[in-house]
């Protein structure tokens, strides 16, 4: 079953503007990961996140976790156009082996 | 750059065809995956391998078989498949893979295989 969803769905900023999207999930959680995929590409591994962290940056990517509110959210600052790509979260737990994907915010920055 | 190489990249077959897809990690992990992608639905884990030994097939149609020789290579056999196959199929690898905190490591993905079935 689903685990993550992310909001919105799509998203079109502005080059230069900050892009803010969010994943709730349902169940207790290991770690939140975030993936982007760019067109006709597989999925890249941005940033992993523990149950214990509540914020944790890498470069132009700044990402949140509230376990009791079971949400994160992903910020990109200062976005350019090569940012445009789909954006996925995962949750990982204990019980299970894999990774639980949400459906993905499509990330479109217009020039 | 991807550590994880896919083949073929697109592959088109009729319903009675019998088709194999492959994917090779050169990253020294010693967990792989097959994945389904289709439009606006997350991704569908299909199977796990953790050191050759299959972990998990996740009620997937016996349509679709997979296999793992050694901890580099990954294969998807296909036979009799339906329209409704016809997606992105991705393959990934992690170092480990297992049921506890140590591991739902991040997992490195190959670009997929997008296949269509006529």
């Known amino acids: 079953s689903q685990q993550g969803e992310e909001d919105p769905q799509a998203l079109s900023i502005q080059e230069g503007e900050n892009a803010t999207m969010n994943c709730s999930y349902k169940?207790?959680?290991?770690?939140l990961q975030w993936y982007r995929q760019n067109s006709g590409r597989g999925l890249v591994h941005l940033i992993l996140i523990r149950s214990n962290e509540r914020e944790k940056h890498s470069g132009r990517l700044r990402v949140t976790l509230d376990t009791s509110k079971k949400s994160s959210s992903l910020l990109i600052t200062a976005s350019r156009a090569a940012d445009t790509a789909s954006y996925f979260c995962a949750t990982g737990s204990s019980n299970d082996y894999k990774l639980s994907f949400g459906a993905g915010t499509t990330v479109t920055v217009r020039a | 750059e991807t550590g994880v190489t896919q083949t073929p990249r697109h592959l088109v077959m009729g319903m009675t065809n019998k088709k194999s897809l492959k994917c090779e990690q050169h990253?020294?992990?010693?967990?792989m995956y097959w994945y389904k992608q289709s439009a606006k639905k997350p991704l569908e884990l299909m199977f796990v391998y953790s050191l050759e030994e299959r972990v998990e097939n996740n009620s997937v149609p016996s349509r679709f078989s997979p296999e793992c020789p050694n901890s580099s290579h990954l294969f998807l056999h296909l036979h009799t498949l339906q329209p409704e196959d016809s997606a992105l199929y991705l393959c990934?690898?992690?170092?480990?893979?297992?049921?506890?905190?140590?591991?739902?490591?991040?997992?490195?993905f190959g670009d997929g295989t997008r296949l269509s079935i006529l």
């Open positions: 990253l020294g992990h010693n967990a």
């Open positions: 990934a690898s992690s170092q480990e893979a297992g049921k506890g905190s140590q591991y739902n490591q991040p997992q490195h």
């Open positions: 169940t207790s959680i290991n770690n």
